[in-house]
């Protein structure tokens, strides 16, 4: 079975202060993971996704994440962050082997302090 | 290219009723799966389609059913609703939809009465 394990109910930081949200999965094959944006009352943004080779990962807005396989983890940070970045994050795991069907985190809500 | 479209974007409807929720997804892509989102149970996997074929399914009753037309449109419909299905119902296309990224719709609020 596969599942995900946001550990951060809630951050909060102050704008230009770097960011990492933290993200664990359980997979039994290789993972595709993803990193989405929510904002208020509108659907799921993609950030950023993995699916093989370099283990740093480029998205949009800034944010970056890593794959780490031994740790089972794939951390979303942000070098700095913008009041904009206030949102719901929620990490993904999908696979080839279970057709259309990602296991979102229950999701981390970041909050932005002037 | 256009994004992923639902409609509608509100609804409300009372006990019992039943409810057809709409989804264009982004052009060439042929795989649309669906999603309940709630602040209790968060996002779960309703049910994937792939030319016109549903290849997965989640655990929810069969009062939830979908279907696939051939262009790719997809649309859910729930049957005599209760309280509990009052949600965000988010839509999701991807090209192939066997591991690749999902793109998402702004989602359908339904509240029940």
């Known amino acids: 079975a596969q599942s995900v394990t946001q550990p951060d109910i809630h951050i909060t930081v102050s704008e230009g202060a770097s960011l990492e949200l933290r993200c664990n999965y359980s997979?039994?094959?290789?993972?595709?993971l993803f990193w989405y944006v929510q904002s208020p009352g509108q659907g799921l943004q993609l950030l950023l996704k993995?699916?093989?080779?370099?283990?740093l990962v480029q998205g949009i807005k800034g944010f970056e994440a890593e794959f780490k396989r031994s740790q089972s983890s794939f951390n979303l940070r942000k070098p700095s962050v913008h009041w904009s970045d206030a949102a719901e994050y929620f990490c993904a795991v999908g696979g080839d082997t279970n057709a259309g069907k990602s296991t979102f985190g229950d999701g981390t809500t970041l909050t932005v302090k002037p | 290219k256009a994004g992923v479209t639902q409609t509608p974007r509100y609804l409300i409807k009372t006990r019992g009723q039943q409810v057809t929720l709409s989804c264009s997804p982004i052009?060439?892509?042929?795989?649309v799966s669906w999603y309940q989102q709630t602040p209790g149970q968060g996002l779960q996997f309703l049910f994937e389609?792939?030319?016109?074929?549903?290849?997965n399914k989640g655990n929810f009753p069969g009062r939830f059913s979908g279907r696939q037309f051939s262009n790719s449109r997809s649309e859910m419909n729930v049957s005599t609703l209760e309280l509990g299905d009052s949600a965000l119902y988010l839509c999701?296309?991807?090209?192939?939809?066997?591991?690749?990224?999902?793109?998402f719709g702004p989602g359908t609020r339904l509240t029940v009465t």
């Open positions: 052009s060439g892509h042929r795989s």
């Open positions: 389609y792939f030319s016109e074929t549903q290849r």
């Open positions: 993995y699916f093989s080779g370099d283990t």
């Open positions: 997979y039994g094959a290789t993972p595709y």
């Open positions: 999701a296309s991807s090209l192939e939809g066997r591991g690749y990224e999902q793109y």
